[in-house]
């Protein structure tokens, strides 16, 4: 009988996550579907489904008005690029946090977060003016220094909650062991932390590939990312739905493919140390 | 040896010279998603035929993006942008604050004696002409005569208010799926509150009196609001608060929308037999009147423009003036028929025997004249603009007080109560920005 309840349950479970996931999923799923279709059965009411016109039309036209490998090759460049450079400095910044705290650290990685919550908005023309006078504007480079900023608190953050798990003891016997520090990060504390790594770094390759407002504004034509071409295909009163759809479903289908084999990782990462 | 060296270094000074007189400006032209934008793209072999030494880069964005960005750009002295697609609406905010260069010394074959006057009046700015249309629209009523017949009814081509409320009763029969009138709904500046302003300009209602105060308390709006939230539940689209140009357009060319008052820019696919099946039964009237002088139609153009902050200022005229000129019409005509020619720009268009035989091509130049931008409403007003006020402040005002007047439509709250908020709100933002003492 007890056995019953729990299949039961598993059940129940099972439905409710896939339903869940499906939820979650649809938007997704919808605008591949509405790629397929046809500008008006994209926009027919009630929405077309079994009896739409599938085309494969809207892909040709989207691929022969771009430059679809320019914009696909900015985004692996900004998004890979502010991600190293992102972990570089945030492995040993998160090492001293966590093995050498100080007084201050706690509130030094809360003012790092707070740095995040500020409306990117509110710092729009000052960038634009700093990214003017260096010349770093509409550079691959100036988006891969801008992403690696704004991300650097979070990179920080998810370092510092694996080293914190990794015991301090470990790295002790290191140095007893003759292991300087560039050894003891190198050779011992980031091997054990490689999938902690990983996650961060996956995650944040995603957070800066989808990145949306800083990519359009920064850039107009040398580096502009997927996330404009996304644009380049929008129009507020909702003209040529199909087209955009196939336009954001080649933008994220590269970080779709990527989440999609990596996701072991990514559940991991995030999940990591969420229960104790 | 020496003459070796002699024909070395004049072939390299041959070489740099023709090098310099080969250089190529590269501008770059911010533009929008719409359909005359992309033909534009699609036409550039013969720009670079007659201008080899300009290379043009395309930035295409959304329009509330590009708006966003170029904004940025200007007001900072950027100069990444070369040529704009600038909108009614901003042409003369910017023209008055500088930032924008004047196009009056555009060469002779530009001819700008032929741009429709009430086109070129709303981009003009104390006599400068700071951006060339386009492509330029009005708004009208489109119908399903098949239905108007079986109904027994007959809709003038200058119809009143009152014949289309009729008009709208009797063609709906929701039970086939037919609805009698569509209108924008769905908020936004750009949407519903573009079709409402237009609705009150010929209602006798206005948006501000002559001391900017807002005047959403009065009996003329009180007006439009009843009417326009009783016909559409009555007799539109169910859902109809989340119906925009998209959405209504698609209602038409499926032949379920009976009746819709929308941007004249639509008729081609109207009355395209590829877009819709009900193509050869579409009939158009101007946009009606209430009998009180003004009637109910929009006036609005993509523009091309030059920021002050350019480095590449003739180039960017030379691009400006093919992409606008007479000439690209005939271009656009001999490549994909006169029906994709942009419309709305020049009168020359209207007097083309091949042109004018379209369908649509009379009511759209008659809509276009009789809007009067520097003129709009029955009552004297402070402001420019048709369905819009060229004030900074109109879009962010206008779009809270089209998602106000959509929750109307949607049943959320009754006209009265939205008829209030909207004028609490208009007060407040209106004396923040110091136009109410």
């Given at each position: 009988m007890a056995r019953k309840v729990s299949t039961r349950r598993k059940l129940a479970f099972t439905a409710a996550a896939w339903a869940v996931a499906l939820i979650i999923f649809f938007p997704v799923l919808w605008t591949i579907l509405t790629s397929f279709k046809t500008e008006a059965s994209a926009v027919a009411s009630p929405p077309e489904f079994l009896g739409a016109d599938w085309t494969l039309e809207n892909y040709v036209e989207v691929w022969g008005r771009s430059d679809y490998p320019r914009f696909f090759w900015n985004s692996v460049v900004i998004s890979v690029g502010s991600t190293l450079l992102g972990l570089l400095i945030a492995i040993p910044a998160a090492w001293s946090m966590a093995?050498?705290?100080?007084?201050r650290t706690k509130d030094l990685l809360m003012w790092m977060l707070s740095t995040k919550m500020m409306p990117a908005a509110a710092v729009l023309i000052p960038m634009y003016l700093l990214f003017q006078w260096t010349g770093l504007f509409d550079t691959r480079i100036g988006l891969v220094l801008a992403l690696m900023l704004m991300n650097l608190p979070v990179i920080v953050w998810m370092l510092y909650t694996y080293f914190k798990e990794i015991p301090g003891e470990i790295l002790e016997a290191a140095r007893m062991d003759g292991a300087n520090l560039r050894n003891e990060i190198i050779y011992v504390l980031t091997p054990m932390a490689i999938p902690g790594i990983a996650s961060t770094m996956l995650l944040n390759i995603i957070l800066a590939w989808n990145e949306a407002f800083w990519t359009i504004t920064l850039t107009t034509v040398d580096a502009a990312p997927l996330s404009a071409f996304i644009a380049s295909f929008s129009a507020p009163q909702g003209l040529f739905y199909a087209k955009l759809s196939a336009a954001s479903t080649m933008a994220i289908a590269p970080i779709l493919i990527l989440g999609w084999f990596s996701q072991k990782q990514l559940v991991r990462g995030l999940t990591f140390g969420a229960v104790k | 040896m020496t003459m070796t060296l002699r024909a070395l270094l004049g072939a390299t000074a041959l070489l740099t010279l023709s090098g310099a007189a080969m250089a190529e400006t590269t501008i770059t032209v911010a533009t929008v998603n719409n359909g005359d934008m992309i033909r534009m793209q699609g036409l550039m072999d013969d720009f670079y035929a007659k201008h080899p030494d300009i290379k043009v880069e395309w930035v295409t964005l959304e329009e509330n993006v590009l708006r966003q960005n170029v904004t940025t750009d200007i007001a900072t002295g950027g100069g990444q942008y070369d040529v704009l697609t600038i909108g009614t609406y901003e042409v003369p905010i910017w023209g008055k604050l500088g930032w924008l260069e004047s196009?009056?010394?555009?060469?002779?074959?530009?001819?700008?004696?032929?741009?429709l006057p009430a086109i070129r009046g709303g981009l003009t700015v104390d006599g400068n002409l700071y951006a060339s249309p386009f492509y330029g629209e009005s708004s009208f009523v489109n119908y399903r005569k098949d239905l108007a017949e079986k109904a027994g009814i007959t809709i003038s081509e200058t119809p009143t208010w009152d014949e289309i409320k009729a008009a709208a009763a009797a063609m709906t029969d929701t039970e086939a799926g037919i609805y009698g009138i569509c209108l924008r709904g769905k908020a936004g500046w750009g949407e519903n509150m573009a079709f409402l302003t237009t609705m009150a300009n010929s209602y006798g209602a206005?948006?501000?009196?002559?001391?900017?105060?807002?005047?959403?308390?009065?009996p003329e709006w009180k007006a439009v609001m009843t009417d326009y939230v009783e016909m559409l539940t009555k007799y539109g689209p169910p859902g109809a608060s989340n119906n925009g140009y998209n959405e209504n357009l698609t209602l038409s060319l499926q032949g379920k929308c009976a009746m819709r008052m929308d941007a004249t820019v639509s008729a081609g696919a109207l009355t395209d037999p590829k877009q819709s099946e009900f193509a050869g039964q579409v009939g158009f009237a101007l946009a009606p009147d209430a009998g009180l002088g003004k009637r109910a139609n929009w006036l609005w153009a993509w523009s091309l423009a030059i920021p002050?902050?350019?480095?590449?200022k003739e180039a960017s005229k030379t691009f400006i003036n093919w992409a606008t000129n007479k000439d690209y019409l005939a271009l656009v005509a001999s490549k994909e028929g006169w029906a994709n020619v942009p419309p709305g720009t020049r009168t020359s268009l209207y007097a083309n025997p091949e042109y004018a035989a379209l369908p649509f091509a009379k009511l759209t130049i008659d809509s276009i004249n009789a809007a009067d931008p520097t003129n709009p409403a029955v009552k004297p007003v402070p402001y420019v603009g048709v369905q819009f006020v060229a004030i900074p402040e109109f879009a962010g005002l206008a779009t809270s007080v089209g998602e106000i007047f959509s929750a109307a439509l949607a049943g959320q709250k009754t006209v009265d109560e939205a008829l209030a908020e909207a004028q609490a709100l208009s007060v407040e933002e209106m004396t923040a920005a110091g136009y109410i003492k």
């Amino acid at each position: 009988m007890a056995r019953k309840v729990s299949t039961r349950r598993k059940l129940a479970f099972t439905a409710a996550a896939w339903a869940v996931a499906l939820i979650i999923f649809f938007p997704v799923l919808w605008t591949i579907l509405t790629s397929f279709k046809t500008e008006a059965s994209a926009v027919a009411s009630p929405p077309e489904f079994l009896g739409a016109d599938w085309t494969l039309e809207n892909y040709v036209e989207v691929w022969g008005r771009s430059d679809y490998p320019r914009f696909f090759w900015n985004s692996v460049v900004i998004s890979v690029g502010s991600t190293l450079l992102g972990l570089l400095i945030a492995i040993p910044a998160a090492w001293s946090m966590a093995f050498v705290p100080g007084k201050r650290t706690k509130d030094l990685l809360m003012w790092m977060l707070s740095t995040k919550m500020m409306p990117a908005a509110a710092v729009l023309i000052p960038m634009y003016l700093l990214f003017q006078w260096t010349g770093l504007f509409d550079t691959r480079i100036g988006l891969v220094l801008a992403l690696m900023l704004m991300n650097l608190p979070v990179i920080v953050w998810m370092l510092y909650t694996y080293f914190k798990e990794i015991p301090g003891e470990i790295l002790e016997a290191a140095r007893m062991d003759g292991a300087n520090l560039r050894n003891e990060i190198i050779y011992v504390l980031t091997p054990m932390a490689i999938p902690g790594i990983a996650s961060t770094m996956l995650l944040n390759i995603i957070l800066a590939w989808n990145e949306a407002f800083w990519t359009i504004t920064l850039t107009t034509v040398d580096a502009a990312p997927l996330s404009a071409f996304i644009a380049s295909f929008s129009a507020p009163q909702g003209l040529f739905y199909a087209k955009l759809s196939a336009a954001s479903t080649m933008a994220i289908a590269p970080i779709l493919i990527l989440g999609w084999f990596s996701q072991k990782q990514l559940v991991r990462g995030l999940t990591f140390g969420a229960v104790k | 040896m020496t003459m070796t060296l002699r024909a070395l270094l004049g072939a390299t000074a041959l070489l740099t010279l023709s090098g310099a007189a080969m250089a190529e400006t590269t501008i770059t032209v911010a533009t929008v998603n719409n359909g005359d934008m992309i033909r534009m793209q699609g036409l550039m072999d013969d720009f670079y035929a007659k201008h080899p030494d300009i290379k043009v880069e395309w930035v295409t964005l959304e329009e509330n993006v590009l708006r966003q960005n170029v904004t940025t750009d200007i007001a900072t002295g950027g100069g990444q942008y070369d040529v704009l697609t600038i909108g009614t609406y901003e042409v003369p905010i910017w023209g008055k604050l500088g930032w924008l260069e004047s196009l009056n010394d555009l060469p002779a074959d530009y001819d700008v004696d032929d741009l429709l006057p009430a086109i070129r009046g709303g981009l003009t700015v104390d006599g400068n002409l700071y951006a060339s249309p386009f492509y330029g629209e009005s708004s009208f009523v489109n119908y399903r005569k098949d239905l108007a017949e079986k109904a027994g009814i007959t809709i003038s081509e200058t119809p009143t208010w009152d014949e289309i409320k009729a008009a709208a009763a009797a063609m709906t029969d929701t039970e086939a799926g037919i609805y009698g009138i569509c209108l924008r709904g769905k908020a936004g500046w750009g949407e519903n509150m573009a079709f409402l302003t237009t609705m009150a300009n010929s209602y006798g209602a206005r948006w501000f009196d002559e001391n900017w105060m807002p005047q959403f308390d009065q009996p003329e709006w009180k007006a439009v609001m009843t009417d326009y939230v009783e016909m559409l539940t009555k007799y539109g689209p169910p859902g109809a608060s989340n119906n925009g140009y998209n959405e209504n357009l698609t209602l038409s060319l499926q032949g379920k929308c009976a009746m819709r008052m929308d941007a004249t820019v639509s008729a081609g696919a109207l009355t395209d037999p590829k877009q819709s099946e009900f193509a050869g039964q579409v009939g158009f009237a101007l946009a009606p009147d209430a009998g009180l002088g003004k009637r109910a139609n929009w006036l609005w153009a993509w523009s091309l423009a030059i920021p002050a902050s350019s480095d590449a200022k003739e180039a960017s005229k030379t691009f400006i003036n093919w992409a606008t000129n007479k000439d690209y019409l005939a271009l656009v005509a001999s490549k994909e028929g006169w029906a994709n020619v942009p419309p709305g720009t020049r009168t020359s268009l209207y007097a083309n025997p091949e042109y004018a035989a379209l369908p649509f091509a009379k009511l759209t130049i008659d809509s276009i004249n009789a809007a009067d931008p520097t003129n709009p409403a029955v009552k004297p007003v402070p402001y420019v603009g048709v369905q819009f006020v060229a004030i900074p402040e109109f879009a962010g005002l206008a779009t809270s007080v089209g998602e106000i007047f959509s929750a109307a439509l949607a049943g959320q709250k009754t006209v009265d109560e939205a008829l209030a908020e909207a004028q609490a709100l208009s007060v407040e933002e209106m004396t923040a920005a110091g136009y109410i003492k």
